[in-house]
């Protein structure tokens, strides 16, 4: 008759009873471990050396935020320089020349090479007036102004075509360069340019006005052999 207390048939040990031969007791945890309760997580692993755990994790050891930069912080566009515009950018970094100086360094080179050619013409001219044997002699002092006046001229062109500069560009600081290169384009086509200054006076001297509104301040001439005057 089986035990009323043990309805299906298990016995329990009783109080001070071993379990039967061949049984293992429970295992029990080792010394110092500590079994995680109910609802507890195991430990979280511990931040390497140097990081900081939690909301905004501080840089690695060592590692330092830029000097003059904070988080998030943008620096600002640059500006132009003095005498560009926005959107283009002078080769090797030089400001372009305003239209002033431009003025001012033909009106330097006129006086260079129209002044002895207009001496020598006004006087041939009052000389062959006066007609007789001494006409001759007034036209030919308006043929030597007129070759002064050109020679003048083309040594004005070669300084600018090999240097960038004539005298009066040397004056005003201002020099003629590639739009591409940023170097001296060379004697010949510093006359082509010359030649092109023809589309400037075209429609009441248009071009000659063009760089005061034009992005790299340049007159027709300019465009066409693609020039630009900077500073120098």
Not at 11 to 23: D, K, M
Request: hydrophobic share 30%; proline share 9%; glycine share 20%.
């Amino acid at each position: 008759m089986g035990n009323p207390y043990d309805p299906y048939g298990q016995q329990q040990p009783g109080y001070g009873q071993q379990p039967g031969y061949g049984q293992q007791p429970p295992a029990q945890p080792g010394y110092g471990q500590q079994q995680p309760g109910y609802g507890q997580q195991p430990p979280a692993q511990q931040p390497g050396y140097g990081q900081q755990p939690g909301y905004g994790q501080q840089p690695g050891y060592g590692q330092q935020p830029g000097y003059g930069q904070q988080p998030g912080y943008q620096q600002p566009p640059v500006q132009p320089a003095y005498g560009q515009q926005p959107g283009y950018h002078v080769h090797g970094g030089g400001q372009l020349a305003e239209w002033g100086t431009r003025v001012g360094g033909y009106f330097i080179d006129g006086l260079i090479a129209g002044a002895p050619a207009g001496v020598l013409y006004f006087l041939g001219s009052a000389i062959a007036s006066s007609g007789g044997g001494a006409a001759l002699f007034g036209v030919l002092l308006m043929l030597v102004g007129a070759v002064i006046g050109g020679g003048l001229g083309l040594w004005l062109l070669y300084q600018e075509g090999t240097t960038g500069q004539t005298i009066g560009k040397r004056q005003m600081g201002i020099k003629l360069v590639s739009a591409e290169t940023g170097h001296p384009i060379g004697f010949g086509m510093a006359f082509l340019r010359k030649i092109c200054h023809a589309a400037d006076s075209f429609a009441c001297y248009l071009g000659w006005l063009w760089p005061l509104w034009d992005e790299r301040k340049q007159t027709f001439a300019d465009k066409i052999v693609n020039t630009i005057v900077v500073r120098a």
